[in-house]
């Protein structure tokens, strides 16, 4: 393919807005929409994988899209009428369908690569340190599936050329991502259809747990599937007969059959902890994930300051490390607390909003109450978990605070906690670090409260 005919057939078909509508509908949707994307450490400018994981997320709008575009590109030649006519020209049937396919797919993966590139400007621009190519396969995928869809969709109009080919193909491809599509409701995303057949759709979940990604099942499984896609629609542009376009259809029957057998039955085989992502880093007794690593020259400081009042209150009962929080789990489920570390949830908004000696302040109320619901942008947890745990920090450093960035305002929490801080303050010390065992034991059971072991009301 020369340039001179690579830039008429630009001109003359709608392979230039395909990759237009690709950038412009994804942007969009990133851009003017307040969602889930923006916010906490799984929000999509924060690191790579978030990055390319939302970006495909909105293959449940771009492939349908996709799909349409490629109908209305492979009805061009029977709309015009010239169909019969090009099929008497000495030249290969395939080397027109190369030419039509080419430009599009040419369009339509340059389209998504400026889409993603903007987005890794993004990352880099909000200071991520950690960089690796784990992401890559994920939206390789996805523009491969771009690909596949619309030259689908331009086989399928060869196949059936009529005007409503194009409205109800794209109907059909949008309805399939919605029943297939995976809701992020759980610790793991599940949906309506069994595991191994959701990932038949390009599009991935929402993103919750920063340190999740793809495995390499799914990408070997997909692959399989889109190239099988691929084939059919190519075929679908070259044959005429209809013996050769029922056997057309072969490469994409083989191509699921041979995806089901490759991709994981189970959500937690599909969406798996990046290891090396989530590999420690210490500094004294501070540990954080590899992609959190930046953060360790802030929090190291006021962990050993924290780690030494701790010791001093509880002993050889101290958490010996504050170690970040890697294993997956749902917004509302309890956490898996651990005696032996104390747990750091960067996306839990009392600890993400810290700073300065706050920060001291809440890492000693989580090695001394640690809290055992989990706490969200939406969900700050229970108001009585907030003042145990400022009351029991409080009185290690002599004065009461209520913990700052939960959705429970100051005097709410002051008005809770206030009555046991009261009478906290006033034993002796040895009677005031009774109590706080006793609030350590009850949050880790998650039945006992805490506050009220504070105010020696369940021994």
């Known amino acids: 393919m020369n340039v001179r005919v690579l830039r008429t057939e630009l001109r003359r078909s709608v392979a230039p807005w395909a990759g237009v509508a690709v950038v412009a509908v994804g942007l969009g949707f990133l851009y003017l929409i307040n969602g889930a994307w923006w916010r906490g450490t799984a929000r999509w400018t924060a690191h790579w994988t978030p990055m390319a994981l939302w970006t495909r997320s909105l293959l449940a709008f771009l492939w349908p899209l996709a ?3 490629g109908v209305m590109q ?5 709309r015009s009428g010239t169909a019969e006519l090009l099929a008497t020209t000495p030249r290969p049937a395939w080397h027109r369908a190369a030419l039509l396919a080419g430009t599009t797919a040419l369009t339509l993966t340059a389209g998504f690569a400026l889409f993603v590139l903007q987005g890794g400007v993004r990352v880099l621009l909000g200071g991520a340190a950690y960089t690796h190519l784990g992401w890559l396969p994920i939206s390789l995928v996805g523009g491969l599936a771009l690909v596949a869809g619309a030259l689908f969709g331009m086989g399928a109009a060869r196949a059936l050329p009529s005007v409503l080919t194009p409205p109800a193909l794209t109907v059909v491809a949008l309805a399939a991502t919605v029943l297939l599509q995976q809701t992020p409701d759980s610790a793991l995303p599940s949906g309506l259809a069994p595991n191994r057949l959701s990932q038949l759709s390009p599009a991935v979940s929402q993103v919750r747990e920063s340190l999740l990604t793809l495995s390499a099942s799914v990408h070997a499984g997909q692959t399989l599937w889109l190239l099988g896609m691929l084939a059919t629609g190519f075929a679908l542009l070259v044959v005429t007969s209809a013996r050769a376009r029922l056997l057309a259809l072969a490469p994409v029957l083989a191509g699921a059959a041979l995806a089901l057998l490759v991709l994981p039955a189970e959500p937690r085989d599909t969406y798996v ?10 500094e004294g007794p501070v540990c954080v994930t590899k992609e959190q690593q930046h953060r360790l020259a802030e929090l190291a400081p006021h962990g050993r300051k924290a780690h030494r009042l701790l010791r001093q209150v509880l002993g050889g009962q101290a958490p010996a490390t504050f170690r970040e929080e890697t294993a997956p789990r749902a917004i509302s489920d309890d ?3 651990s005696r032996e570390d104390a747990l750091l949830d960067f ?3 009392v600890f993400a909003r810290a700073k300065g000696e706050e920060l001291t302040r809440v890492l000693l109320a989580e090695g001394l109450a640690p809290h055992c619901l989990g706490r969200s942008e939406a969900e700050s947890g229970v108001l009585t978990e907030l003042a145990a745990q400022s009351v029991a920090a409080g009185s290690v450093l002599g004065d009461f605070k209520p ?3 939960s959705a429970w305002s ?3 929490q002051r008005a809770e906690a206030a009555p046991v801080w009261q009478k906290l303050k006033a034993l002796p010390p040895a009677e005031q670090r009774s109590r706080i065992l006793a609030a350590r034991s009850a949050a880790f059971s998650c039945e006992r409260d805490a506050l009220e072991a ?3 009301d369940s021994r």
């Open 67 to 69: 799909v349409g575009l």
């Open 74 to 78: 492979g009805l061009r030649d029977p």
């Open 273 to 282: 902890v990046d290891e090396a992502a989530a590999a420690m880093v210490c």
């Open 335 to 337: 956490r898996d607390l």
């Open 347 to 349: 996306d839990d908004p």
């Open 403 to 405: 913990l700052g960035g």
């Open 410 to 412: 100051e005097k709410d």
């Open 454 to 456: 504070l105010a020696g």
